[in-house]
Structures are given as C-alpha cells and as structure tokens.
C-alpha cells in the first residue's frame, strides 16, 4: 500500500516511521521549553542531548562555573530532556534549601551510594520522604538546636 504525499509515493512504513520522529522531536522540543516558560535563562543547548554535550567534555564545576559566569547567578541547562538549575546567588540557594526545602522532595539517583546510606533521607524520594522529614523536622527548631550546644 502506498501513499501520495508532496507528489512522491511513500509507504505505510515510511509515513509511521516519519511521523513518529517528528512526534519525538516534538516532545523535545517541549520539554527544552520548561525555563523558557519559567522565564529563568537558558544556556543553548542542541537537539534530543541538551548540554549534555559540554557538560561531559568540560565537568560539572567547570561548566558549571561557565555558564554562571556567563549567563547570570541563575541558569537552566538541559541533560538530555532533564532541566537542571544551577543557582549561585546566596539569598536564592538559601530559600531553596532552608525555605522551600519541602517543595523538591525528589532529585537525582545516586548510584555510587552503598546499602547504609540508602535509608536516608538525602536518598529517599516522594511520600516517604515527606512522612520522614515531617517527623525530623521538629528536632531541628532553632530552640531544640540552642538547648545542644
């Protein structure tokens, strides 16, 4: 079975085949919008891998360190279809890590961690998380932390 498209004849195959591509790119394309749509800078990044490019011909903190200094205190990469931010302003790390610390339960594996480490809660993801932090978080009040030292 054959098709007419732009004159030519192509075949089933073909016509799936092609427009699965363009699907594809069409998702990747998508997800290398997510700090377009944040409105946060973004370094240029290429088709499909992101930055992932660079990042694996420099280093993390050389690239890293490149694309602050080139793009400001705030700048979004992409690993593959990953978005990673790198934040470098004081004020802003402090908020994510002390303020809104509740709002990114979730973060990269790490596989070189070994069994002991894997309990936790640097590692643990989603609702366990959140139930563990939730029942730690007391122990850390500014007052409990006065009373030890």
Sequence with gaps: MALWIFGDSFSVTWTLAIG??????????????????????????????????????????LYAEECVIKYGKVVGIYKFQYPILFVSDIDIAKRVLVTDFNKFPNHWDIPAA???????????????????????????????LRQTS
């Design 20 to 61: 699965a591509i363009l699907i594809f790119l069409a998702y990747d394309w998508w997800c290398h919008q997510f700090f377009q749509r944040a409105g946060i800078p973004v370094v240029p990044y290429y088709p499909i891998v992101g930055n992932a490019i660079d990042w694996l011909r420099k280093g993390n903190n």
């Design 114 to 144: 070994g069994f002991p480490l894997n309990g936790t809660l640097l590692y643990m993801k989603g609702r366990r998380w959140k139930d563990v932090r939730a029942i730690i978080t007391p122990a850390f009040t500014t007052s409990k």
